[in-house]
């Protein structure tokens, strides 16, 4: 199985969802790499059309990789060297694949289903272990991925909802869903 995570800053929607490119967050790549490196996700691609954006995000992996953030904290450097910082979602899929698109299964999480069909954790998790392509699972910032990244998307795994006795709330920050998908798809199950 080889699986990769992609943070999405654009295509990716506002509130009034119309689609926009979001800010880089220094939190989400930290937290989203220490995730991959735990379950073993062998890349977290950084996906931003604007150079500006992508050199920040290359500072903040250098700075832990090969600065004094290696020398202080070194267990740092470890999760942030998953890092790769792409401009788009093709580069992604051409690091992955050399047929791109169509040499890479993707897979998309979504807060809500959209009207569109998706696949339970159970299901999703048995589909990776039996996966022959890499599997890009994508992320979305913002108010979540655009439409047509959903519809393009080979696997839409089922929204993280919270029990019953939920509050009715449902706006998980990127790296909280990040954390709960990696842990319902590679995490260790206990018995009862």
């Keep these: 199985m080889r699986l990769a995570l992609a943070l999405v800053h654009y295509p990716v929607l506002d509130r009034s969802g119309e689609t926009v490119t979001t800010a880089i967050t220094n939190l989400d790549l930290h937290d989203m790499a220490r995730s991959a490196r735990t379950y073993g996700a062998e890349r977290l691609f950084v996906v931003h059309p604007v150079a500006a954006q992508r050199a920040l995000a290359e500072r903040i992996k250098e700075h832990w990789v090969e600065g004094s953030g290696k020398r202080r904290i070194p267990d740092r450097a470890v999760a942030l060297d998953v890092l790769s910082v792409v401009s788009s979602l093709d580069e992604a899929y051409g690091a992955l694949s050399s047929a791109g698109r169509e040499g890479v299964e993707v897979w998309t999480t979504a807060a809500a289903s959209r009207g569109l069909p998706v696949t339970s954790y159970a299901a999703t998790r048995a589909r990776l272990a039996q996966a022959t392509r890499p599997v890009l699972l994508l992320f979305g910032t913002g108010w979540g991925l655009a439409p047509e990244l959903i519809a393009d998307a080979?696997?839409?795994?089922?929204?993280?909802?919270?029990?019953?006795?939920?509050?009715?709330?449902?706006h998980l920050s990127v790296r909280a869903a990040c954390a709960i998908t990696l842990d319902r798809l590679l995490g260790e199950r206990t018995a009862g």
């Design 154 to 170: 080979d696997v839409r795994i089922e929204p993280i909802r919270a029990a019953a006795a939920s509050t009715g709330y449902n």
